[in-house]
T-cell receptor
Framework: NAGVTQTPKFRVLKTGQSMTLLCAQD?????MYWYRQDPGMGLRLIHY???????AKGEVPDGYNVSRLKKQNFLLGLESAAPSQTSVYFC????????????FGPGTRLTVT | AQRVTQPEKLLSVFKGAPVELKCNYS??????LFWYVQYSRQRLQLLLR??SRESIKGFTADLNKGETSFHLKKPFAQEEDSAMYYC???????????FGSGTQLTVLP
């Protein structure tokens, strides 16, 4: 099992460009999450999904959109990148029942110039 | 609203010394708390959860509802314990986590 994978690992964008980050999980988890990690601020939840075809806003959703067309995939989109979106992005997944644990991907380091 | 506070951004101890990483929370319901760890060049992973009352890699954490704290402790730190540690609170119907800002622990030889 690969667990949670993220593509790409690194990306540099210019202000105003768009891009999509892909997260995939092979653990058949119902719940998936996107976080951003910034120095001194920990991880903050951007958007999450409780199942295929559903999405919801987290703590810092502005400037991002998400889609979950398939249970195993969760896409994070930036329509018009801004320097404030320079960050490390983590995807995570978790089950809807049983002992609680979120499983994290390796992260995507995004720089917006 | 829920909140998790980790007051120390950086913490250094010598090998063999005790270590305590502080975590305080605010939450109106019954809290469920976790410690996650991120070793260098590795992904974030669960270290322990309070409901399990377990000891992982020599670390323990006790939930103190009176002081709203969930401090992480280890009696004898090892160099391989050097990592970023995050305290997290489960909240919401989608099992979301609210993370603290993290503490970078360095264990000196």
């Amino acid at each position: 099992n690969a667990g949670v994978t993220q593509t790409p690992k690194f990306r540099v964008l210019k202000t105003g460009q768009s891009m999509t980050l892909l997260c995939a999980q092979d653990m058949n988890h119902e719940y998936m999450y996107w976080y951003r990690q910034d120095p001194g601020m920990g991880l903050r939840l951007i958007h999450y999904s409780v199942g295929e075809g559903t999405t919801a806003k987290g703590e810092v959703p502005d400037g991002y959109n998400v889609s979950r067309l398939k249970k195993q995939n969760f896409l994070l989109g930036l329509e018009s990148a801004a320097p404030s979106q320079t960050s490390v992005y983590f995807c995570a997944s978790g089950g809807a029942s049983g002992p609680y644990e979120q499983y994290f991907g390796p992260g995507t380091r995004l720089t917006v110039t | 609203a829920q909140r998790v506070t980790q007051p120390e951004k950086l913490l250094s101890v010598f090998k063999g010394a005790p270590v305590e990483l502080k975590c305080n929370y605010s939450y109106s319901g019954s809290p469920e708390l976790f410690w996650y760890v991120q070793y260098s060049r590795q992904r974030l992973q669960l270290l322990l959860r309070h409901i399990s009352r377990e000891s992982i890699k020599g670390f323990t954490a006790d939930l103190n509802k009176g002081e709203t704290s969930f401090h992480l402790k280890k009696p004898f730190a090892q160099e391989e314990d050097s990592a970023m540690y995050y305290c997290a609170l489960k909240s919401g119907s989608a099992r979301q986590l609210t993370f603290g800002s993290g503490t970078q622990l360095t264990v000196l030889p």
